[in-house]
């Protein structure tokens, strides 16, 4: 994270005498297991911004650690609509994560003193600086309304547009569920005012309230795998099937040497039974290169 413009502004903005800690929040509901009755998780882990990838990654580390776990249970209410228990389980969300970072909101606003590994004494600023999460967390997450973007103001017909919309700001989003409520008496009526200014209305006390130098909208990190990987790239086999036939593809790919660091299909892509975000991403290193040739160029350019 170093490399990046967001450290070096907030920098800034604390004592010359201190230093700042990008602090990095993920989150994730996990299926535990298929033989455990359906039973889930909903972790939450922290890691640090100026820690390098290549230790975040292993586990023996420790860099990234477990800090809590958020309720599965479902709202259970027969004179609850559907729209009111899914409500709920927001406002639950974001209850219990202002309870798991409120020590971090302080940190941030007062300091605190943290030994270095030569033994000295420094003051860091812990600041939430990146939220890891899929789509549908990002939106819970920002509160946006699901189908738009949780960073811009683009309505959901307008996000293939090729320019960036009108960014997401706190205070704004704030001010639209605070106005939003003062102008509705009914619950529903709140959340269909918010639904036109594209923020769910579903949550009143957020989380992120009160973290120093932190745009939530800013904060989150694009989602690879499934945006990238399970998003674009599958898109992309699709027009490669309408292009070129399948077993004229696999063929090349079945032609290609092994190469170091590059996965080799042997039996090419369409004869894989399960294909997940690993998969995907060692089909992506090679689809380009067998492409050449078969189609149209201004198609491979598109590419």
């Known amino acids: ?33 298929q033989f455990s009755d359906s039973k889930s998780a909903y972790s939450v882990y922290l890691t640090f911004g100026n820690i390098p990838h290549v230790i975040q990654w292993r586990p023996s580390q420790h860099a990234c650690i477990l800090i809590g776990y958020l309720s599965v ?54 600041m939430l600086a990146c939220y890891v999460a899929n789509y549908p967390e990002q939106c819970l997450v920002t509160c946006s309304k699901y189908g738009t973007c949780p960073k811009c103001k683009r309505p959901p017909e307008e996000l293939s547009a090729s320019t960036a919309g009108e960014p997401r700001t706190n205070q704004w989003t704030e001010s639209v569920i605070n106005k939003a409520k003062e102008d509705t008496h009914l619950f529903r009526q709140c959340q269909e005012r918010c639904k036109e200014q ?19 909208h800013i904060a989150i990190t694009p989602d690879v795998l499934h945006q990238l990987y399970q998003g674009v ?71």
């Not at 010359?16 to 996990?30: G, M």
């Not at 594209?198 to 939530?216: A, D, E, Q, R």
């Not at 170091?260 to 060692?282: P, S």
Request: overall charge positive; charged content about 25%.
């Open 1 to 33: 994270m170093w490399t990046g413009k967001w450290w070096h502004a907030i920098q800034t903005r604390v004592p010359k005498e201190a230093a700042l800690s990008p602090v990095i929040i993920a989150t994730d509901k996990t299926q535990l297991t």
């Open 73 to 126: 249970s479902k709202i259970i209410g027969m004179q609850l609509t559907s729209r009111k228990k899914s409500s709920r389980v927001q406002r639950l969300f974001h209850e219990l994560m202002r309870i798991i970072l409120n020590p971090s909101k302080r940190a941030g606003r007062d300091r605190i003193e943290v030994v270095g590994g030569d033994g000295a004494v420094r003051r860091v600023y812990p």
């Open 198 to 216: 594209l923020v769910s209305g579903s949550v009143y006390k957020l989380f992120w309230t009160g973290f120093p130098h932190c745009n939530i």
């Open 233 to 303: 790239f599958k898109h992309m086999m699709h027009w490669c099937q309408k292009l070129l036939d399948p077993k004229e593809l696999d063929a090349h790919i079945r032609a290609l040497p092994p190469c170091f660091g590059v996965r080799y299909f042997k039996n090419g892509f369409f004869a894989l039974d399960q294909i997940g975000g690993k998969e995907r991403k060692d089909m992506a290193k090679i689809l380009f290169g067998c492409l050449i040739g078969k189609l149209p160029c201004h198609a491979i350019i598109t590419y």
